[in-house]
């Protein structure tokens, strides 16, 4: 990545396709150092993606969003990570694919969590759960990754079931990976097992 960027930082040119894919290329950099849980340089990785979300695509303004939220739960900034999902709903409604409003859902659902809404979470991580299976199907990572937080959630409030149900299939990931978040929350009911 650093050659390519260097690469387009090379020529003398303001061509806004080269701009844009630079913004693009930071932002994919802050999901990879998100994905490490590395939130050092996250702010720096997307401001400029969200100073102008008019002019990206919706889907890179979604995930830059979803980053911002990760980054604002990391702080502890809960209202905030909920916010930047409010803020970024036209351009979630406007992406293609599971995993970008599956974890925009997510990232709300567990700052609401931190908040102590446990009804909002719920809504948020059932959402998530429906969006992956309706566009994704029952078996696909979007659908057990959204499926593993919520299990947890269940787990935790005594819905012994329907969360056993839950867990069980997001175990099927195994290494494929996830946010941090929800790797824990597989680990933790691998251990329990």
């Known amino acids: 990545m650093d050659g390519t960027r260097a690469s387009l930082e090379r020529r ?8 844009d894919l630079l913004v693009e290329m930071s932002l994919v950099q802050g999901v990879s150092e998100l994905f490490a849980d590395d939130v050092s340089q996250l702010e720096m990785r ?9 002019s990206l695509w919706p889907f890179v303004v979604s995930a830059a969003a979803n980053v911002a939220s990760y980054q604002a739960i990391y702080a ?21 694919g599971p995993f970008s409003v599956m974890y925009g859902y997510c990232f709300a659902g567990i700052a609401a969590m ?23 199907g029952n078996l696909s990572h979007a659908h057990r990754l959204a499926g593993a937080i ?11 079931v329907e969360a056993e149900r839950l867990l ?12 941090v978040d929800f790797m824990l929350v597989l680990q933790r009911h691998l251990l329990d097992r």
């Open 168 to 179: 069980d299939e997001s175990h099927k990931l195994g290494s494929e990976g996830g946010v």
């Open 114 to 136: 931190e908040q102590l809404d446990v009804t909002a979470a719920e809504d948020y991580f059932r959402k998530a759960q429906q969006l992956a299976r309706t566009i994704a």
């Open 150 to 160: 919520l299990g947890d959630l269940l787990y935790e409030q005594g819905h012994l």
């Open 76 to 96: 502890f900034d809960f209202a905030s990570a909920r916010r930047w999902q409010e803020w970024a709903l036209p351009y979630h409604q406007r992406t293609t």
């Open 46 to 54: 997307i401001s400029e993606c969200l100073s102008r979300p008019e």
């Open 12 to 19: 003398l040119t303001t061509d806004p396709e080269i701009e």
